[in-house]
């Protein structure tokens, strides 16, 4: 297949796009090189932008909780997270597959975390379910900020509703929110 080429030509000092005898160029050179331009212009403009368009994190203990991070990213990173749903979850023989193995095998859909204030404080509201059966098992995990203290709601065919850790009514609310 022959595709014409288009090239910036300077001509009486201004640079013109004009057509160039057609050529052999393959769809898949075309493709390369738009994306090769596409992505190289993309990242430079993207380290352009100013890093103060960033919300500010501020290490007072008033400062709003994280959120928009996903379960696998918090459970890898942060060793508090991580060791208290190890303890939430330690020793339940009574729960699917897929939720024993949240900490060492992603084998679930997640969304986003969310930020919840209640009258406690402000919370880290996560949602993961069963790939196989989103709409029919799916779990609601709740941290604190401090990422010490964890709550969750399990919804599965199985076994029906299981509230794990003793939330307060507040607590438990949010782990009924609609959502992943």
């Known amino acids: 297949m022959k595709l014409a080429a288009w090239a910036p030509i300077r001509r009486d000092g201004e640079f013109r796009m004009t057509e160039l ?7 898949r050179r075309v493709i390369t090189r738009f994306l ?6 993309g ?4 380290q352009a932008l100013p890093v103060s368009a960033q919300p500010a994190q ?4 008033t400062a709003a909780v994280t959120y928009g991070r996903s379960l696998a990213q918090v459970v890898a990173t ?3 997270h991580r060791q208290a749903l190890v303890a939430l979850l330690r020793g339940r023989k009574d729960l699917p597959d897929w939720v024993r193995s949240l900490i060492t095998n992603a084998r679930y ?3 986003v975390s969310r930020a919840v204030k209640l009258p406690e404080g402000a919370f880290e509201l996560f949602g993961a379910c069963d790939p196989r059966n989103c709409p029919n098992s799916h779990i609601r995990i709740l941290f ?3 990422g010490r203290h964890v709550w969750a709601r399990l919804i599965d065919p199985k076994d029906g509703q299981q ?7 507040d607590q438990l609310q949010a782990l009924m929110m609609p959502g992943i």
């Not at 090769?36 to 212009?41: H, I």
């Not at 509230?163 to 009514?169: T, V």
């Open 21 to 27: 005898p057609p050529c052999q160029i393959s769809r």
């Open 36 to 41: 090769t331009t596409f992505l190289f212009v």
């Open 43 to 46: 990242s430079v403009f993207s």
């Open 58 to 61: 501020t290490s007072e203990p």
């Open 78 to 80: 942060s060793h508090e």
């Open 109 to 111: 859909v997640t969304g």
């Open 144 to 146: 604190s900020p401090d």
């Open 163 to 169: 509230i794990l850790g003793a939330p307060s009514a």
